[in-house]
């Protein structure tokens, strides 16, 4: 059994290296060196296959084609070789169209001896379907490892800054690397970067290792985010930025730019902030859990939906797993992405609650939620495609809507909006909007390209009231498929072509967003125009491929965009621990003037906020003129302003 002590790691090197695979910072080898040091402190690309069909057991086959079910009587060498199966098909399959969900009804897989050993890759959810997480016990390992690129010279390239779109939650993981190698035995690896989210995962008998140390380097990690678990020890590592909200932890091992706690048992102090960069609330502001699909006693399947909650700490499991609604699925409408649109919203407009089986949802019209209280639950990372040039979804300005575990990506024709929530110019669901049960998405993530070429006007627009936001990425790609254009140094192809002008915009009052993770967008990556707004770790790159100085100027002359901005009027506002970070690849001259702005009134307040050069391109300050410039002669130092205003 791996020791859970408390760590005392080396110190780690804090460049972080773009994700596009062709590119690296230097400085790997120090950053290996490290990795070799954190073994010690602990103890110790193919070609994509065809599709692997799932044969769902006897009563899942409503749960999706690619949806798998297994029982405490499957044999472990069958669950194991589906599981290596759907590994071997996705651990590479970046912007492929296969998606899968292995589900694990209650129940104990593996044994001491004989350890249940899974690695998740792209696209897959590994997902417990118990009402508590200690009802399905996985003896074994659940793990993501850096993937080792290809590289022009031949150096090293091991990092996890890729590792994007998978899913693990709702089950009790006993850590056993039996049969491992000793590095490999010496955590439980999850080495992710974003829209990777843990939730309800309760982790005993091991370290769990966000860090993946065990390759050759770099080993650059840039996620992430962890709700509503349980663990002795944790290993940040190489992670740049994390969220953990509402868990309980034993100990965190160090900080690179910017790790948050909230809510969360155990946490470190931020009394010493930046120096290790911590951001620590002692309870979440506004709280509710995703969603999930459990077993009932007869062996039904229900859907768990929580309650929200304000001011919150430790795990929800522990404390009010009665707390919220409990839906059959029976009243869901299961669609498959060969159901027609209208066919989904026939189905919501008779208020059933909708259910995305795994695969890839084209929709040339929007997905239309106008009743109060709707659930739409996506399983296996589901995908909607707005192939129109319409909404992918829109949700009307009612209460108690949530929507979960769902991708959309923009299509080829320009959508105004991928994501709609509330009538804009509208009255903010003023009247209907019950500030108990606000709207919520949970685990939503966008993008405009990567796949293929995408275009939006905005990806996600908030125009109601008191509506959360529990962990979303919302990406305008970097990289993408062979064939989407790189936006290589010197290629001006990708600003022109794959175009998405606003990441997110909150309209509304009352929002807030924990986990909100924002890159590329041509002009605002964030505009918040609502009053009462807070945000719990903000992430941001600027763009990397503005042409000219021209193309990254604002009408008024100003120099670049912010990745962040609280509009001129608001009065009160809150951000809690945030980072900017620009890479300016395709033209290094380029300049913005701030990371964040926002109004200088008290009642607007910016914790913990950051920026950091990443080898190209200059942010002259972190907010509204104050904290100090970044550029290609401080790359991956950040610059911190501890609070704006300050005092």
């Given at each position: 059994m791996t020791s859970t002590r408390r760590l005392t790691l080396p110190a780690l090197p804090t460049p972080r290296s773009p994700r596009h695979p062709r590119w690296r910072l230097p400085r790997a080898a120090q950053v290996a060196a490290a990795g070799a040091a954190l073994i010690a402190a602990v103890g110790g690309g193919a070609a994509v296959a065809a599709p692997v069909p799932a044969a769902p057991a006897t009563g899942a086959a409503a749960l999706g084609t690619t949806t798998t079910v297994f029982t405490p009587d499957t044999p472990l060498a069958e669950i194991q070789a589906k599981v290596d199966e759907v590994y071997r098909q996705q651990v590479n399959n970046q912007f492929g169209t296969q998606r899968y969900a292995l589900l694990f009804a209650p129940g104990t897989y593996g044994t001491d001896a004989h350890p249940l050993q899974i690695k998740v890759g792209y696209y897959t959810e590994v997902a417990g379907l118990g009402a508590s997480p200690d009802d399905v016990t996985i003896n074994g390992k659940v793990e993501v490892y850096n993937r080792?690129?290809?590289?022009?010279?031949?150096?090293?390239?091991?990092i996890a800054?890729?590792?994007?779109?998978?899913?693990?939650?709702n089950f009790h993981l006993a850590v056993n690397g039996k049969g491992q190698a000793d590095c490999r035995a010496s955590a439980n690896f999850f080495a992710v970067s974003q829209a990777s989210p843990m939730r309800r995962v309760h982790v005993t008998g091991g370290n769990l290792s966000l860090m993946d140390y065990c390759t050759e380097g770099p080993q650059y990690a840039s996620g992430g985010f962890i709700a509503d678990s349980q663990a002795d020890t944790i290993v940040n590592g190489s992670q740049q930025q994390w969220l953990t909200r509402n868990s309980s932890i034993g100990s965190w091992s160090n900080g690179v730019w910017n790790q948050v706690f909230s809510g969360v048992e155990g946490a470190p102090s931020a009394a010493t902030f930046p120096s290790p960069p911590y951001t620590t609330l002692e309870t979440t502001p506004v709280s509710r859990e995703k969603p999930y699909l459990f077993t009932d006693s007869s062996g039904a399947?229900?859907?768990?939906?929580?309650?929200?909650?304000?001011?919150?700490?430790?795990?929800?499991?522990?404390?009010?797993?009665?707390?919220?609604?409990?839906?059959?699925?029976?009243?869901?409408?299961?669609?498959?992405?060969?159901?027609?649109?209208?066919?989904i919203n026939n189905a919501l407009a008779r208020g059933e609650n909708l259910l995305l089986t795994p695969g890839v949802y084209d929709v040339d019209k929007a997905i239309a939620v106008k009743r109060a209280g709707t659930v739409v639950l996506g399983l296996g990372l589901a995908t909607i495609t707005a192939t129109g040039g319409t909404a992918a979804m829109t949700v009307a300005d009612v209460p108690g809507v949530v929507v979960a575990g769902v991708t959309i990506d923009a299509g080829t024709r320009t959508s105004p909006v991928l994501l709609q929530v509330g009538t804009k110019n509208g009255n903010h669901g003023q009247g209907k909007v019950d500030p108990a049960n606000p709207t919520t998405l949970s685990d939503v993530f966008f993008r405009v390209g990567g796949p293929h070429v995408g275009k939006a006007d905005t990806a996600l627009e908030i125009n109601t009231d008191r509506v959360l936001v529990d962990h979303a990425w919302v990406w305008r790609a970097d990289h993408g498929e062979e064939g989407f254009t790189a936006g290589v140094e010197g290629d001006t192809d990708r600003w022109n072509t794959n175009t998405g002008r606003d990441g997110v915009v909150v309209n509304g009052d009352d929002v807030t967003a924990t986990g909100l993770f924002v890159e590329h967008f041509q002009r605002y990556n964030t505009t918040w125009n609502g009053e009462r707004g807070t945000t719990v770790l903000y992430q941001n790159e600027l763009p990397y491929d503005p042409p000219t100085q021209a193309d990254w100027t604002r009408p008024d002359g100003t120099l670049g965009y912010p990745g962040y901005v609280v509009a001129p009027g608001v009065k009160t506002h809150h951000l809690q621990g945030g980072g900017s970070y620009v890479y300016n690849r395709n033209n290094p001259s380029i300049v913005t003037e701030n990371g964040f702005e926002a109004p200088t009134t008290p009642g607007v307040q910016l914790q913990h906020v950051l920026t950091v050069n990443l080898g190209a391109g200059t942010t002259r300050h972190v907010v509204n003129g104050v904290g100090g410039q970044v550029d290609n002669s401080n790359t991956g130092t950040p610059q911190y302003v501890v609070a704006y205003p300050a005092g």
């Amino acid at each position: 059994m791996t020791s859970t002590r408390r760590l005392t790691l080396p110190a780690l090197p804090t460049p972080r290296s773009p994700r596009h695979p062709r590119w690296r910072l230097p400085r790997a080898a120090q950053v290996a060196a490290a990795g070799a040091a954190l073994i010690a402190a602990v103890g110790g690309g193919a070609a994509v296959a065809a599709p692997v069909p799932a044969a769902p057991a006897t009563g899942a086959a409503a749960l999706g084609t690619t949806t798998t079910v297994f029982t405490p009587d499957t044999p472990l060498a069958e669950i194991q070789a589906k599981v290596d199966e759907v590994y071997r098909q996705q651990v590479n399959n970046q912007f492929g169209t296969q998606r899968y969900a292995l589900l694990f009804a209650p129940g104990t897989y593996g044994t001491d001896a004989h350890p249940l050993q899974i690695k998740v890759g792209y696209y897959t959810e590994v997902a417990g379907l118990g009402a508590s997480p200690d009802d399905v016990t996985i003896n074994g390992k659940v793990e993501v490892y850096n993937r080792c690129l290809s590289t022009a010279d031949g150096e090293p390239n091991c990092i996890a800054l890729d590792n994007f779109w998978r899913s693990v939650s709702n089950f009790h993981l006993a850590v056993n690397g039996k049969g491992q190698a000793d590095c490999r035995a010496s955590a439980n690896f999850f080495a992710v970067s974003q829209a990777s989210p843990m939730r309800r995962v309760h982790v005993t008998g091991g370290n769990l290792s966000l860090m993946d140390y065990c390759t050759e380097g770099p080993q650059y990690a840039s996620g992430g985010f962890i709700a509503d678990s349980q663990a002795d020890t944790i290993v940040n590592g190489s992670q740049q930025q994390w969220l953990t909200r509402n868990s309980s932890i034993g100990s965190w091992s160090n900080g690179v730019w910017n790790q948050v706690f909230s809510g969360v048992e155990g946490a470190p102090s931020a009394a010493t902030f930046p120096s290790p960069p911590y951001t620590t609330l002692e309870t979440t502001p506004v709280s509710r859990e995703k969603p999930y699909l459990f077993t009932d006693s007869s062996g039904a399947y229900q859907v768990q939906v929580p309650a929200a909650h304000t001011a919150t700490r430790g795990t929800s499991w522990l404390q009010d797993r009665t707390q919220g609604r409990t839906i059959p699925l029976s009243d869901f409408f299961t669609a498959t992405p060969a159901t027609p649109v209208q066919q989904i919203n026939n189905a919501l407009a008779r208020g059933e609650n909708l259910l995305l089986t795994p695969g890839v949802y084209d929709v040339d019209k929007a997905i239309a939620v106008k009743r109060a209280g709707t659930v739409v639950l996506g399983l296996g990372l589901a995908t909607i495609t707005a192939t129109g040039g319409t909404a992918a979804m829109t949700v009307a300005d009612v209460p108690g809507v949530v929507v979960a575990g769902v991708t959309i990506d923009a299509g080829t024709r320009t959508s105004p909006v991928l994501l709609q929530v509330g009538t804009k110019n509208g009255n903010h669901g003023q009247g209907k909007v019950d500030p108990a049960n606000p709207t919520t998405l949970s685990d939503v993530f966008f993008r405009v390209g990567g796949p293929h070429v995408g275009k939006a006007d905005t990806a996600l627009e908030i125009n109601t009231d008191r509506v959360l936001v529990d962990h979303a990425w919302v990406w305008r790609a970097d990289h993408g498929e062979e064939g989407f254009t790189a936006g290589v140094e010197g290629d001006t192809d990708r600003w022109n072509t794959n175009t998405g002008r606003d990441g997110v915009v909150v309209n509304g009052d009352d929002v807030t967003a924990t986990g909100l993770f924002v890159e590329h967008f041509q002009r605002y990556n964030t505009t918040w125009n609502g009053e009462r707004g807070t945000t719990v770790l903000y992430q941001n790159e600027l763009p990397y491929d503005p042409p000219t100085q021209a193309d990254w100027t604002r009408p008024d002359g100003t120099l670049g965009y912010p990745g962040y901005v609280v509009a001129p009027g608001v009065k009160t506002h809150h951000l809690q621990g945030g980072g900017s970070y620009v890479y300016n690849r395709n033209n290094p001259s380029i300049v913005t003037e701030n990371g964040f702005e926002a109004p200088t009134t008290p009642g607007v307040q910016l914790q913990h906020v950051l920026t950091v050069n990443l080898g190209a391109g200059t942010t002259r300050h972190v907010v509204n003129g104050v904290g100090g410039q970044v550029d290609n002669s401080n790359t991956g130092t950040p610059q911190y302003v501890v609070a704006y205003p300050a005092g």
